[in-house]
């Protein structure tokens, strides 16, 4: 990120470099541990899973990098992103959209948050989204280092390719759209397309509508809005989407989450949410440790709710549930690095 002094910039590279030794060495020769000590043995569960590595050092050193060296670049005293921000008032805001309505942002200071979302500071972001002007230039800083082996955001990017294969579309909602990671290649992609973002964060409302400002994108704007709950017509959109929402609610906000989406879907409309599903024990274990490591709180449930009946449950039918290669290859089954299991549930509001 411009704008930061050399020492601070010389340890978030540090951060980025040591989560790249986790996801391609460390993992690995976890894995490996792993697939050696369950080998003949049959494995039911993650917990099953968990017990064949928890009493090795190596286990113990992978856990360590994933929480702390997070929380460390976020919260470090001298060179975490909090404290450079906050030292740079002026810098953030003259990289932010004004705080007022205009062509590309609306934002409603009286929007309730809900609790389940202040109560936690997700991904270890102080504050959570909503806590300080620069939350979402934060966000953005943590997002580029978070995923290993993709170019910057490849798999939102790759999300509007896999849209196109889907159609046209007139009208498009992003829910919890962040600071556009989402929203803005579906703009680029569908030029003809009006795509709407929502997010109860203003921070990152105020930087997408900035990046929009700045590239001159008259197809997109952004909307401080409560994603379950927004203030849309019925049947207004032809697609609805989110990337990365869904394992950030309770179920039953999942539940809400698919109403809205089909209330808002014209007939025949798609919904694509990308999100997270592991399923093998291993897979599992990680997976679940990784929600604690990163108070991620509702991944478990998510990951366990048997999500295809939630969207049926929602009106849609017949839902699909694939893998999603955030880059090309991952989802081999000898791919050798630490990965998020992204995984794509889409489906089409029935016409009738
Ligand atoms: C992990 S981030 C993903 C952001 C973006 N979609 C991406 O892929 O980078 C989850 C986002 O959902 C937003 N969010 C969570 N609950 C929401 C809700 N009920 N309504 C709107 N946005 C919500 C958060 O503020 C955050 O920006």
New binding site residues.
């Given amino acids: 990120m411009s704008g930061l002094d050399r020492s601070t910039t010389a340890f978030q590279e540090l951060i980025g470099t040591m989560r790249q030794h986790w996801a391609n060495q460390l993992y690995p020769a976890l894995n490996q541990s792993y697939q050696q000590a369950a080998e003949g043995q049959a494995i039911e569960d993650s917990q099953a899973a968990g017990r064949q590595v928890q009493d090795l050092p190596l286990y113990h050193w992978f856990c360590f990098i994933e929480r702390h060296y997070q929380r460390m670049k976020y919260s470090d005293p001298r060179w975490g992103l909090a404290a450079a921000l906050s030292a740079r008032p002026d810098w953030v805001n003259a990289q932010l959209h004004p705080a007022q309505d205009s062509r590309w942002l609306k934002l409603d200071p009286a929007l309730k948050i ?1 609790e389940y ?1 202040s109560a936690v500071d997700i991904h270890q972001h102080p504050g959570n ?1 909503v806590g300080a002007d620069f939350d979402g230039l934060m966000y953005q800083a943590s ?1 580029t280092s978070i995923h290993p082996n993709t170019r910057r955001f490849e798999a ?1 990017e790759r999300m509007a390719q896999w849209l196109q294969s889907q159609g046209s579309f007139e009208s498009v909602l992003d ?4 600071f556009g ?2 929203g803005f290649p579906i703009a680029r992609h569908f030029a003809q397309t009006q795509v709407i973002g ?4 203003a921070p ?1 409302l105020r930087l997408a509508a900035r990046t929009a400002e700045q590239e001159g994108l008259d197809n997109i704007r952004f909307e401080q ?4 709950h927004t203030g849309f017509d019925d049947a207004h959109f032809d697609l609805v989407t ?4 869904l394992h ?2 309770p179920v039953d ?1 999942i539940k809400h989450l698919l109403a809205e989406s089909h209330r808002l879907l014209k007939p025949g409309g798609l919904v694509a949410h990308l999100d997270f599903r592991a399923h093998q024990p291993w897979q599992q274990f990680l997976i679940e440790g990784h929600s604690v490591r990163n108070n991620e709180g509702f991944l478990p449930a998510f990951n366990r709710m048997d999500i295809a009946a939630a969207y049926r449950d929602a009106g849609f039918e017949p839902v699909t549930v694939e893998p999603f290669a955030e880059t090309e290859g991952a989802t081999r089954a000898d791919w050798p690095y630490w990965r998020f299991p992204w995984t794509l549930f889409w489906a089409r509001k029935p016409a009738q």
């Fill in positions: 809900p979302y989204l997002a939102h829910m919890g759209c962040g990671k989402c929502v997010d109860l964060s990152c809005q409560d994603a379950l989110s990337t990365q929402l950030e609610l906000e």
